[in-house]
């Protein structure tokens, strides 16, 4: 009785856990990006105060092996720290709709010429009835 009790109660979870989702209202799309730019801006903070202390440790390390007459290689050429400056979040703009967007009739088309030299009827043959 236990057990079909438990595989009952079991099956049941997991149903409950596929269950489908709402889909995510569009605000709740913009804070999630806004936190994913925020998490990445952080990344780079946390991978900018590493390279600095990096750097403080082979300043160190090279003065005292300078001092203690260690002969010591020149240190490999790395890029500078590059500081990813304060957190800025400016979401994307809205994308405009194919009407406004011009995409009926886009510029370029008319200005160039084909890309072959041969005739459209040749690559594109009337099709007989």
Do not use: R
Not at 3 to 19: G, P, Q, R, V, W
Not at 28 to 47: C, D, I, N, R
Not at 85 to 107: L, V, W
């Amino acid at each position: 009785m236990k057990k079909l009790l438990i595989t009952s109660l079991l099956i049941s979870a997991s149903f409950i856990a596929t269950a489908k989702l709402p889909a995510l209202s569009d605000e709740a799309k913009a804070k999630a990006a806004e936190a994913a730019a925020k998490t990445a801006w952080t990344g780079k903070v946390e991978g900018y105060l590493l390279c600095k202390s990096q750097d403080k440790v082979a300043a160190s390390y090279f003065k005292t092996a300078k001092a203690a007459g260690k002969d010591i290689k020149p240190a490999a050429a790395t890029p500078a720290c590059a500081d990813p400056g304060a957190f800025a979040y400016a979401p994307p703009a809205a994308a405009k709709p194919i009407e406004a967007a011009g995409a009926h009739s886009p510029a370029a088309t008319a200005t160039s010429p084909p890309s072959t030299k041969q005739p459209d009827a040749v690559v594109n043959p009337a099709k007989k009835s």
